[in-house]
C-alpha cells in the first residue's frame, strides 16, 4: 500500500500539467499527501491538515516527509510530523503550506479561476517551468541554471513560442498547438 500511494503520488507531482487541490475539510495523512503532491493548494477557511501517522507509530510514506518540507521548512514540518500538530487554514497560508484561503464553498471556483489563468500559458512553457521549479528541490543551483538556459533556447524552435509572439505583436490571444 505505501508503495502504490507514493507512486500515485509521484505520478501526480510529475504530471506535466498543473495540478490544482482544494481543501474543503479535513486533510489528514494520505489526504494531505496528495495535496502535497499537487502544484498548488488552495484551502478553505474552514479547513484543517495534518500528517498525524506518528500518533499510530508509522509515518507520512507518500511524500508528506518531503513535500512538507520543500514547503514549509524543517521546523514546522517537525512540529506536524514530530509532534502530530494540527493546522487550520489560515495557520497553513501563513507557513505556505497553502497558496490561498477562501471561504466555505469557494475553494472550486478559486481553483478553476487559476486553472483558467494556466490554460492562457503556453503548455510547452509550463511544463519545463514547473520541471525546473521542483528539480530546485534536489539540485543545485548552479546546474538548474544551465537547465534553465537549455530549455530556453529548446523553446525558441517550438511554435508555440513562434505563436505566441505572433499574437503579441498582433495584439490578439494565443492559439497554442502544445508543440
Same mark, same amino acid.
Given at each position: 500500500?505505501a ?7 509521484? *505520478?501526480?507531482?510529475? $504530471?506535466?500539467? =498543473?495540478s490544482i487541490?482544494?481543501?474543503?475539510g $479535513? ?7 496528495? *495535496?502535497?503532491? +499537487? #502544484?498548488?493548494?488552495?484551502?478553505? #477557511? ?14 507520512? +510514506? ?12 524543517e521546523?514546522? *514540518? ?6 502530530g500538530?494540527?493546522?487550520? *487554514? ?7 503550506l =497553502?497558496?490561498?484561503? @477562501?471561504a ?13 489563468k ?9 511544463? $519545463?517551468?514547473?520541471a ?6 534536489h539540485t ?12 530556453f533556447?529548446?523553446l525558441? #524552435? @517550438?511554435? #508555440?513560442q ?8 498582433e495584439?490578439?490571444?494565443?492559439v497554442?498547438?502544445?508543440?
Amino acid at each position: 500500500m505505501a508503495i502504490a500511494f507514493g507512486e500515485a503520488f509521484e *505520478a501526480l507531482s510529475a $504530471y506535466r500539467g =498543473v495540478s490544482i487541490a482544494v481543501i474543503n475539510g $479535513y486533510a489528514m495523512g494520505g489526504g494531505l499527501e496528495c *495535496a502535497l503532491a +499537487c #502544484d498548488i493548494r488552495i484551502a478553505e #477557511d474552514h479547513a484543517q491538515m495534518a500528517l498525524p501517522e506518528t500518533g499510530v507509530g508509522l509515518l507520512p +510514506c507518500a511524500g508528506g516527509t518531503q513535500n512538507l518540507t520543500a514547503l514549509v521548512g524543517e521546523g514546522w *514540518a517537525k512540529r506536524m510530523i514530530l509532534c502530530g500538530e494540527r493546522v487550520d *487554514a489560515e495557520t497553513a497560508l501563513r507557513i505556505g503550506l =497553502v497558496e490561498e484561503v @477562501t471561504a466555505k464553498g469557494d475553494g472550486l471556483l478559486a481553483a478553476q479561476a487559476l486553472a483558467q489563468k494556466v490554460a492562457k500559458q503556453s503548455p510547452v512553457a509550463v511544463s $519545463y517551468s514547473k520541471a525546473l521549479i521542483q528539480a530546485a528541490r534536489h539540485t543545485p543551483p548552479a546546474q538548474n541554471l544551465i537547465h534553465e538556459r537549455e530549455a530556453f533556447v529548446k523553446l525558441f #524552435d @517550438t511554435k #508555440d513560442q513562434r505563436e505566441g509572439v505572433q499574437a503579441f505583436l498582433e495584439k490578439r490571444k494565443p492559439v497554442w498547438k502544445n508543440k
